[in-house]
């Protein structure tokens, strides 16, 4: 039995709110096998509850079950930690995702390891949203989601496409194999780069390693995945006039992100420190001002509940692989890519983030845009 900690009824209150109580019977209530949780998560909001579990200090048997009740009632915007105050200054007075850092998140994050993700991702090294709108496997609903893509942007045989933050190259290379495009695709991860060139090999494809701001040269299409959330609020005008400055006057842009509900300048402090630095999610309001007088918005599709769906996949293939990885992906790292991925789920699960693909023309399309599904 646990000594009383003077913080202890203070967080049962607040998870009450969630019908969360700590030590109780069913699947989402935490068993606390260290009494400082109770001040590390008052003190450091969801640093302190990422970083407790990390270490052990609880456990719970449905992760995502116990961080989407916290999430549906709110309780973490009733424990926002001093350290979330302290980024949202940083952010205004810095721009985090400055040239200077922009390698910093491919370092930390995308060169942890292919090995990581080629166990987590399944058939295809695909790390964004799959389309599950007509699929039932992971790789049937990435391939919907890459083939989606490139029907969105009317691609056709011999067309220059730019893929801005290209990951592994597996939506490149499906867009030469099936469509008979060109491509290059720019990351700023190593170990995504040296993939890529490998996976296509033989194919009209160039992979650099490369920051977005750096392109300057003609492409008939464009598209970003999963990228735009490593761009930050200071940058959004700028990547646009990249895109734009490289895209035909008869060329079409698609951006496929996740977002906020609401306009924020950084992320949330666990996922800052472990997961994705200097990144933060777009909201509506900043997409659309960034876009305005540079591009006209086409479409605008929303599809998040599908990465409710994906993510339980990734997760249903990292948790049968650990014992086959190597030794540096710990039991600490394991822990932390659980509530990674937990969380991510909770955050989709109750509609706090989006999944958006937008699809824009400079110009506007002559008698509109027959938007595909």
Same mark, same amino acid.
């Given at each position: 039995m646990l000594a009383t900690h003077p913080f202890r009824q203070r967080v049962i209150d607040l998870l009450a709110a969630a019908d969360v109580k700590p030590d109780g019977p069913r699947?989402?209530?935490? @068993? +606390?096998h260290d009494s400082r949780?109770?001040? !590390?998560?008052? $003190?450091q909001g969801s640093l302190g509850l990422g970083e407790s579990y990390m270490d052990g200090c609880w456990d719970v048997a449905s992760l995502d079950g116990m961080l989407f009740r916290v999430l549906q009632a709110r309780v973490d915007q009733r424990a926002r930690g001093f350290v979330d105050r302290i980024d949202d200054l940083r952010a205004q007075v810095q721009n985090l995702q400055s040239r200077r850092r922009a390698y910093v998140v491919g370092e930390r994050h995308y060169d942890l390891g292919n090995d990581l993700y080629r166990a987590m991702l399944g058939r295809l090294m695909v790390y964004s949203c799959g389309y599950w709108r007509e699929a039932n496997t992971l790789d049937a609903a990435q391939e919907a989601k890459l083939d989606l893509t490139c029907r969105k942007l009317g691609l056709r045989a011999g067309m220059r496409v730019l893929d801005i933050g290209c990951g592994w190259g597996e939506a490149l290379k499906f867009a030469a194999e099936r469509y008979g495009v060109r491509g290059v695709g720019v990351t700023i991860s190593r170990e995504q $780069? &040296?993939? $890529? !060139? &490998?996976?296509? $090999?033989?194919?009209? +494809? &160039? +992979? !650099?390693? @490369?920051?977005? !701001?750096e392109v300057d040269e003609p492409f008939d299409r464009i598209f970003s995945i999963g990228m735009f959330e490593h761009v930050g609020f200071k940058n959004y005008e700028r990547f646009f006039d990249v895109a734009r400055r490289c895209l035909d006057d008869d060329g079409l842009l698609l951006l496929h992100t996740i977002a906020s509900n609401r306009s924020r300048t950084h992320t949330d402090p666990w996922i800052a420190r472990y997961i994705f630095p200097n990144s933060m999610l777009p909201s509506a309001a900043q997409i659309a001002s960034a876009v305005e007088g540079r591009f006209v918005i086409e479409d605008w599709h929303g599809f998040g509940t599908d990465y409710d769906r994906t993510l339980q996949a990734w997760r249903d293939n990292i948790e049968r692989a650990w014992d086959t990885l190597p030794s540096r992906y710990d039991e600490c790292f394991r822990r932390m890519w659980r509530f990674y991925l937990a969380g991510s789920m909770a955050s989709f699960r109750t509609r706090r983030i989006q999944l958006w693909q937008i699809v824009l023309s400079p110009r506007g399309i002559p008698g509109g845009y027959p938007a595909p599904r």
């Open positions: 699947p989402w209530d935490p @068993q +606390i949780f109770y001040a !590390r998560v008052l $003190a $780069a &040296e993939y $890529a !060139r &490998e996976l296509c $090999a033989g194919l009209p +494809i &160039e +992979i !650099r390693l @490369q920051d977005y !701001r």
